[in-house]
C-alpha cells in the first residue's frame, strides 16, 4: 500500500477477491501476505481493496488486473522399459 500522506506507515487490511476465492490481509508495517490456491489455468481477474485503520491520514483505495494461472508441476516421466535383473 503506497503512502500517500507522507509520514506514517499504512494502517488497515486488503481484502482481495478472485474467482478462486480470497483472503483478508491485515497490514503490519505497512505490508502483508495471503495466499490464493488456484485449481485451473488460465486467465483471472483478481481485485484488491484496501481499507484504512485512519482514514484521516490514508485513503481507502481499490486496483484490479488479470493473473494468469499456468501450470507449476512439471510432467512427471514414466519409464519405457522394465529394469532387468529382478526375479
Excluded: E
Aim: aromatic residues 4%; glycine residues 14%; proline residues 7%.
Amino acid at each position: 500500500v503506497a503512502n500517500q500522506y507522507g509520514g506514517t506507515t499504512p494502517t488497515g487490511t486488503v481484502a482481495i477477491t478472485t474467482s478462486a476465492g480470497g483472503c483478508n490481509i491485515t497490514l503490519s508495517g505497512g505490508a502483508g501476505s495471503c495466499s490464493v490456491t488456484y485449481n485451473a489455468v488460465g486467465s483471472t481477474s483478481i481485485t484488491a481493496n484496501y481499507t484504512p485503520t485512519d482514514v484521516t491520514k490514508h485513503k481507502a483505495s481499490t486496483g484490479s488486473g488479470t493473473h494468469t494461472v499456468q501450470t507449476t508441476i512439471p510432467p512427471t516421466a514414466i519409464p519405457t522399459a522394465v529394469p532387468t535383473g529382478f526375479t
